[in-house]
């Protein structure tokens, strides 16, 4: 791991560390949208042996048990297993890394990650990885958000920073947060890591918050990228973000909620 990938890496780690509750608060019913079409894509059945990478609070596993699947989830940050063990205690949690995955060859019937592929400091090795332990013809499928303008909760956020905050602060550098948001580009990491039969589908969702206040704050303290740019910005900088962010989002309210619109993909692979 180069110099600039365990950068990002600490960094990533000690802003889950510190993001535990406001993300199962916040993020978490945006998220669990997704897993149901992602356990869909690696079509699992009562036994599949299924590995939840990134796990987080648990709920891509735990959903996985519910189909009597045997998931084990596995996660870098301890205070994200500690919350996933709190909430399902009787399953299994590891903690490991991505890109590093404890486990031997061929362990598993299929392979999964919510989201987690965009705080990874080197996602290719990660999905070289979920290829290694898989079965033959097990199957991998991640999710990612789909491009900004597709995703109006980010897009009223990042276009308040861009137009009120300081974009110069000081964050270790990651891959490009956007990057699997172009379906070509997930299926050449899927395939340059060994699976046939790549596949993206597109998926709308629905976020539903309580007002302008609450999306900015899942933000600010559930989010690791753009929680550290907006918690590095002055009490000014962020007033005008916070003010920007109640105007434009007017548009979105319906009967007293906030209701953004959403997007996400899934990509998966067979190893044949």
Known sequence: MTNLAKEFREFEYNAWQQSVDQ???SFGSLTNQMIEPLLNAVNPQTGT?????ATGPGYVAA?????ECQAIGLDFSDAMLKKAKQLNPDLEFIQGEAEYLPFKNEEFDAVVMNFGILHLAEPQKAINEA?????HPGKFAFTVWDVMDKCIGMKLVYEAIQAYG??????????PFFYFSEEQNCISALQNAGFSHSLVS???LTWELTNADELLDAFYQGTARTGGLLRNQTEE???NI??????TSQPYFDKNKLVLPMSALVASGTKL
């Open 131 to 135: 290829f290694r332990v898989l079965r």
């Open 49 to 53: 042996k299924i590995l939840d990478i």
């Open 63 to 67: 959903d996985a048990a519910k189909r």
């Open 237 to 239: 900088n962020l007033a």
């Open 23 to 25: 993300y199962n608060n």
């Open 202 to 204: 597109k998926f709308s």
């Open 242 to 247: 916070r003010a920007a962010i109640r105007q």
């Open 166 to 175: 300081n974009l110069e602060v000081a964050l270790p550098e990651g891959p």
